[in-house]
């Protein structure tokens, strides 16, 4: 029964204790965050990470949703700044390079190994800023509309818009660069 | 859509590996195993240690939602500023340690949903590592609570064409003090525009400043060496900080000279009439049969019973990323410690900025303690940083609160974020120069990590006659502003100087230990236009040399084929110490000098405690010079030198040493 049960009203459930309730939106949401977190990373190792604690923090973390928002506007959200978290501290480690960085470098020494798209799509990723990269996770990836990615990113759905052109913008560049 | 478009969707989704069945099942165990305890009892939540930068994620997640109440319009106002962003640098907000009760906020700023924060900081999950986060970019859609102060970057969303390049906020270092380690962008916006995509500039959110370890000098071709004293201790708490979180610090976070002053040394107190006092003490190198150690230890001599009254600005920094625990709120309690120590004729002010600066109390006698406790309680973090803005308001008001006679000081409270509203981060120490000459002085309270950037408190200090110190917990806090507080707040030398020169007959080569951002060129000793470091009242600095007599076989200096014939003084003395320094309020220095003799008085354990401290920075910085010197022998000598120690801080470094010593055998 709690299968059909809407997202906001399993939060609520387990906000006021329900286990049952909590174990169901976990299973349901946990390939979401993993999905999202690679996207956002490119590394199935961060990726890993990232969902393993974010759902350990979700008991908690759950206090500070609303039911007004939509559950998994507000998941989404939670991935994303924690991958920007992730991304900090990475940078503070000089491993600014990891991820979809860390692809770009391994395709530029196994070009000709490496699966041909896999490798178009590590280089397009690895030269969009993290803003672009985290719209392109949501509006590709997820298949959100600009709109729900904007509620997500804490932008308009007109910024949401700009940055895809300028996505396509770039990937038009690179195809250029690649064409000469 | 696009080709491009369904080009990059297609591959991202091919990309995409299906999750892990074990990754979730451990993720799913660990959920409701949280789950399960939040559930049982709140209160047995344990509490989260203060993180440094290389640890968990977690930690960060709360205090992301934490923040996400008090900014919640960051992201819709600057949203347009991040439509053109080639790269946000997010502040990252420290995990939450369970804060002493307080008192309760005063009505009216009661943030909303303060009571799932207040159990939030409470029931931090235990099998989170410690680990910063940084502040949201996104705001939390159902909480508003406007920030004005976070508007200042949308403007710029006027300028959101691509061939635009727009205002580059470069938050670094201040660049006035020697700085090795990377330029950081710090605070919580540095937008750029450019047209092209630009590789994503390296974020480091912390900033050291230091300089290569001094090297060892030939006597005969450089024999006098100068540098600024420095009063400073904020780098042991920083290497503390990280050890206690288990790691190794960054080697550029310690600086040896603030790791030997940490601690205080009963030193020979000065003789009436006399500012401060030099000890000389000539020992064996513990990590070198070869050498010798010249101790040089200055007492300062302890003010009258009756001080000048104090006039305290408190310039306290409310943005967002001072809400955590171990910032603010530590600040609050840090303060209100300090309170009961004053004297009723100090008077107390406080400035907050954030965004927008503002006086939060007006000059307040020290006895009204409720006036100022009750204004310390009504700060709140939110907003971005304005340090230039606040600073100025400070000084404004400390102007007007001076009498004669009387101590002025800015104290300046923050995480090191100063980037929002700073064009030009070098004004900001000029400006502070200035106000040194005026006799007001600066000192900064760093709290927080993760955000910490010390380069820039540095510089302030260095700038305002002032100390930095980093305050990470509340027992530090009592050090700092309780113990230390006459100290800290009272000097009674200004710009000292020291200036050592080596007798090339009894010292063929030397090195000075630590003081590495301290180095003054040998004609900057004599001008007085040359800033230098003070020392409080009742303080101790302490500088040691390395020093190596002429023959030895430790000599790491072949001598010149060509060079001068060696010299053959008839002086037994190792070499002449010469200290200048400016009483406060006046404009000339005077000069102290005294002759290192080679024979001195055995050495105190005082002497042999700093030497271990010294031992164990420079092994944190990677021991270039000390030889096969191990962490035994370090903590054999700091706990045969531990002496009285009433407040237990040797005995806390010995445990820091073994700390370390474990830490570097992973």
Redesign the interface.
């Known amino acids: 029964m709690l299968m059909n049960t809407p997202d906001e009203t399993l939060a609520e459930a ?1 906000l006021s ?1 329900d ?1 049952a309730s ?2 169901v939106l ?2 349901r949401h ?2 979401r965050i ?2 999202l977190a ?2 956002l990373t490119g590394s ?1 190792a961060d990726a ?14 759950l ?2 949703w ?1 039911a ?2 939509r559950f998994t ?1 507000w998941l989404y ?2 991935v ?3 991958a ?3 991304r ?2 990475q ?4 491993r ?1 390079a990891d991820g979809w960085g860390d692809w770009e470098i391994a395709r530029q020494h196994h070009m000709a190994e490496e699966a041909e ?2 490798d ?2 590590g280089a ?1 990723m690895a ?5 672009l990269r985290d719209t ?2 949501l509006v ?2 997820e ?1 959100l509309t600009q709109a729900e990615a904007g ?6 759905e ?2 949401v818009a ?3 052109a ?3 913008r ?4 690179i ?1 250029a660069e690649e064409a000469t | 859509m ?1 080709d ?2 369904d ?3 297609a ?7 299906v ?2 069945d074990k ?2 099942a ?3 165990a ?3 195993k ?6 049982g009892s709140a209160e047995e939540m344990r509490s989260k240690a203060d993180p440094p ?2 640890a ?3 930690a ?3 205090s ?3 923040s ?2 008090s900014r919640p319009l ?3 106002t600057t ?2 500023a ?2 053109i ?6 502040l ?1 907000i420290a995990g939450q340690l369970p804060v002493a009760p307080s008192k309760p906020a005063a009505p009216g700023v009661a943030r909303e ?1 303060a009571p ?1 924060d207040a ?2 900081r409470k ?3 235990e ?2 590592a410690p ?4 502040a ?8 508003a609570e406007p920030q004005e102060a976070d508007t200042t970057v949308a403007p710029q969303a006027e300028l ?1 064409l ?1 061939d635009v390049r727009g205002r580059v906020a470069n938050g670094g270092a201040l660049g006035l003090s020697a700085d090795s380690a ?1 330029p950081a962008i710090t605070g919580n916006m540095t937008v750029y525009l450019e047209a ?3 590789p ?1 500039p ?5 900033a050291y400043a230091n300089s290569p370890v001094n090297p060892v000098h030939v006597t005969a071709e450089d024999p006098v060496s100068t540098f600024s004293i420095d009063v400073d201790t904020a780098s042991y708490a920083v290497v503390r900080s990280s050890l206690m979180a288990g790691m190794l610090p960054d080697a550029d976070s310690v600086r040896v000279e603030e790791m030997v002053n940490y601690f205080p040394y009963n030193y020979p107190a000065p003789e009436a009439g006399q500012a401060f006092r030099p000890t000389v003490t000539v020992m064996q190198t513990p990590w070198n049969k070869e050498t010798r150690l010249v101790h040089i230890g200055i007492q300062g001599a302890m003010p009258a019973a009756t001080r000048p009254p104090l006039n305290l600005v408190f310039l306290i920094d409310t943005s967002g990323s001072m809400e955590d625990a171990n910032k603010l709120p530590l600040l609050k309690q840090s303060l209100a410690l300090m309170l009961p120590q004053l004297h009723p004729e100090d008077q107390v002010a406080i400035v907050a900025y954030a965004g927008s600066a503002g006086l939060v109390l007006p000059p307040t006698a020290a006895s009204d303690k409720t006036a100022i406790l009750a204004a310390l309680d009504n700060l709140d973090a939110g907003g971005s940083t304005a340090g230039a803005e606040g600073i100025a308001l400070a000084y404004q008001v400390a102007e007007g609160m001076k009498a004669k006679g009387e101590v002025s000081r800015v104290l300046l409270a923050t995480d090191g974020d100063f980037n929002v509203g700073i064009d030009d981060p070098a004004d900001l120490s000029k400006m502070i120069e200035k106000q040194r000459e005026t006799g007001t002085y600066l000192s900064v309270l760093g709290f927080g990590r ?1 955000n910490l950037d010390d380069a820039t408190m540095q510089a302030l200090a260095q700038n305002g006659n002032g100390t930095a110190s980093y305050i990470d917990t509340l027992n530090e806090a009592r050090k700092v502003l309780v113990d230390q507080l006459t100290g800290a707040l009272y000097p009674i030398a200004d710009n000292v100087k020291i200036q050592v020169e080596w007798n090339p007959a009894t010292v063929a080569e030397y090195r000075l230990i630590g003081y590495e951002t301290r180095a003054l060129n040998r004609e900057d000793f004599n001008n007085d236009k040359v800033d230098a470091g003070d020392i409080g009242a009742g303080t101790q600095v302490t500088a040691i040399y390395e020093i190596t007599p002429p023959g030895s076989p430790a000599l790491l200096n072949d001598p010149l084929r060509y060079g001068a014939a060696p010299a053959t003084g008839d002086s037994k003395e190792l070499g002449f110490l010469r200290l200048r320094s400016v009483k406060p309020g006046e404009t000339q220095s005077t000069i102290l000098e005294t002759p290192i003799a080679p024979e001195t008085a055995a050495p105190s354990p005082d002497a042999l405690f700093a030497v271990a401290i010294a031992g164990f920075g420079q092994k944190l910085r990677g021991a270039k010079y000390l030889g096969d010197w191990g962490w035994d022998q370090m903590i054999a000598l700091a706990t045969s030198a531990k002496g009285e120690d009433a407040f237990g801080y040797r005995a806390e470094a010995v445990n820091l040493m073994r700390l370390a010593e474990s830490l570097s055998a992973r």
Not at chain 1, 170 to 173: D, I, W
Not at chain 2, 34 to 39: A, S, W
Not at chain 2, 131 to 134: L, N
């Open positions: 387990a204790g286990r909590f174990s976990i299973g946990y390939d993993f999905g690679f996207r199935r890993e990470d990232l969902a393993q604690d974010i759902c350990a923090a979700l008991p908690v973390k206090r500070h609303r007004e928002a506007t959200r939670v994303v700044n924690a920007h978290d992730l900090r501290r940078a503070t480690r000089a600014a798209a896999l178009w799509l397009a030269r969009l800023t993290p803003e392109v996770a590709l990836g298949e509620r997500v990113l804490g932008i308009s007109g910024t700009w940055r895809m300028q996505v396509k770039q990937l038009k560049a195809a | 696009t491009e478009l080009d990059l969707k591959a991202l989704h091919r990309a995409t590996p999750a892990d990754a979730r451990r993720a799913m660990q959920a409701m949280n789950f399960d305890r939040l559930q930068v290389q968990g994620f977690l960060g997640v709360f992301m939602l934490n996400l109440k960051l992201a819709a949203s347009a991040a439509l962003a080639g790269f946000v640098v997010f990252p949903a799932a159990e939030a029931t931090v999950d099998t989170a680990k910063p986060a940084p949201p970019a996104a705001p939390e859609a159902k909480v959101a691509p990377a092209e995509p630009a994503p390296v974020a480091n959110t912390e993760g």
